[in-house]
């Protein structure tokens, strides 16, 4: 059975954005843009969850934003939605590591919870290739509620996701039951056996009737813990970089040299992973250096470990880092800081 923090107390465990349902019901948390919630003219009684517009991961120039901007659009869309209403932020339609990460820490500055929704093919990957073993390493430490993800493929290869990463998730998994098309005993059927294989609560697909619902709800009442099939692994460190996820055993980890940050980072990165090394690690020691780091960071295809002296550098090198990294315990900072702001973003310290 997984062990991770609960969801938040009367938190639905049914969320749908259905417009096809007579009424929702106080079991279902629906989802609603700040439009919507506008509509409501006030905060009714009942858990809500507000919509995260996406925003663009490049500016005008098709560079690149850097999270600490996309974070603080995520923040200023999450404030509005909790001024209207809303008990709980959602960010669906997720294909990219940058864009679950700038969501969860923008979102998290509001108080509310938070929660994302991956778009997957068949394989388990974004429209961009990314896996999604890489964004739920990515974001599950810190501070995501849960993480949900919209299958393309068939009832098979949603269960197959699940099974895949239910191991290895510390935080509740969502996936979208389709509705289309399917009988209600369709629905509870699939949703039993997505309970069994690690799924934890669901997003309704938007047009799911009362009927169907009420065959989802009855799966989750009929549901023990028990049946689960899935064990969690408490011993692998779950690791990412932007593009790949990485299952590590703690003992016996072999680093590279430090690689010093600079413009252009690209010929030492290629050296070090050519030395057969299982980490990566690199040392950033100015604000300089991290936003050298936050440029290059995309090149690198091993799990990262950030060696620092510096308080600031440290805390932005993690903050625009697109992965789960680990951080140098040897450093002139006290272990009191180096845990403190590991865990603010969801780092190891080794």
């Known amino acids: 059975m997984k062990d991770y923090p609960p969801l938040p107390d009367g938190l639905p465990r049914v969320l749908s954005a259905s417009s096809a349902l007579t009424a929702c019901p106080d079991s279902v948390c629906p989802v609603l843009d700040a439009p919507e919630l506008e509509e409501l003219n006030g905060s009714p009684d009942r858990w809500i969850a507000g919509r995260l517009r996406r925003l663009p991961l490049r500016n005008e120039d098709n560079e690149p934003r850097r999270i600490r901007d996309l974070s603080a659009g995520y923040a200023e869309q999450g404030f509005e939605l909790r001024r209207l209403g809303a008990r709980l932020l959602l960010a669906d339609g997720v294909t990219s590591v940058a864009e679950a990460r700038a969501a969860v820490l923008g979102g998290r500055q509001t108080g509310l919870p938070v929660m994302i929704c991956v778009e997957l093919d068949d394989e388990g990957e974004t429209p961009e290739g990314v896996p999604f073993a890489s964004i739920l390493a990515s974001v599950q430490h810190l501070g995501v509620a849960a993480v949900g993800f919209r299958c393309s493929g068939d009832r098979i290869d949603t269960l197959s996701i699940l099974g895949q990463h239910a191991a290895f998730a510390a935080v509740p998994l969502m996936p979208v039951l389709r509705s289309r098309g399917r009988s209600p005993e369709e629905i509870q059927v699939h949703a039993m056996q997505a309970l069994r294989a690690g799924g934890d609560l669901f997003l309704l697909g938007n047009s799911i009737d009362d009927a169907q619902l009420a065959a989802a709800e009855e799966a989750l009442a009929d549901f023990r813990p028990t049946d689960r099939v899935i064990e969690q692994d408490r011993e692998t460190l779950f690791m990412a970089c932007e593009a790949e996820a990485f299952y590590l055993q703690p003992d016996g980890l072999s680093f590279c040299e430090p690689i010093p940050c600079q413009y252009d980072m690209g010929a030492d990165i290629l050296e070090a992973e050519a030395q057969g090394c299982d980490v990566l690690k690199v040392y950033v020691d100015s604000p300089e250096d991290a936003e050298n780091f936050a440029e290059n960071s995309h090149m690198i295809r091993l799990p990262v470990c950030i060696s620092s002296h510096h308080e600031v550098a440290l ?36």
């Not at 932005?316 to 900072?333: C, I, K």
């Open 315 to 350: 805390e932005m090198a993690l903050m625009e880092y697109n992965g789960r990294a680990f951080v140098d315990l040897q450093s002139e900072l006290t272990d009191s800081e180096l845990y403190t702001l590991a865990k603010g973003y969801g780092a190891v310290v080794v």
